[in-house]
């Protein structure tokens, strides 16, 4: 069973930034789809980015100017950082992940709080 492991998130003023990690029991040399969703109180579970087999990287419209992805396969990681972080991007953020186009696996999410 494939273990995926979220850390990074807090409690961050408007305009500030963290780093988010997920952290892989499996190698993601092959990943066919990595990325992060969020999911706010009483809202749905949404895709912030993600990343394909290609290396192409893909960002929601909110994310795109202030978020990035990056991966580094010798820790079997990947990463979310934020910037410029704002109220509305107060939601937990949680890991997904996929090798065979079957199978989806989910980290247990990390809350992210931006408020003054």
């Known amino acids: 069973q494939v273990k995926l492991v979220e850390s990074g998130g807090g409690l961050v003023q408007p305009g500030g930034s963290l780093r988010l990690s997920c952290v892989s029991s499996e190698s993601i040399d092959r990943i066919l789809t990595m990325g992060w969703y969020r999911q706010a109180p009483g809202q749905e579970r949404e895709l912030v980015a993600f990343?394909?087999?290609?290396?192409?990287?893909s960002y929601q419209d909110f994310a795109k100017g202030r978020f990035t992805l990056s991966r580094d396969n010798d820790k079997n990681t990947l990463y979310l950082q934020m910037t410029n972080l704002k109220p509305e991007d107060t939601a937990v953020y949680f890991c997904?992940?996929?090798?065979?186009?079957?199978?989806?696996?989910w980290g247990q999410g990390t809350q992210v709080t931006v408020s003054s």
């Open positions: 997904n992940a996929g090798w065979n186009g079957r199978d989806s696996y």
């Open positions: 990343i394909n087999a290609a290396d192409i990287k």
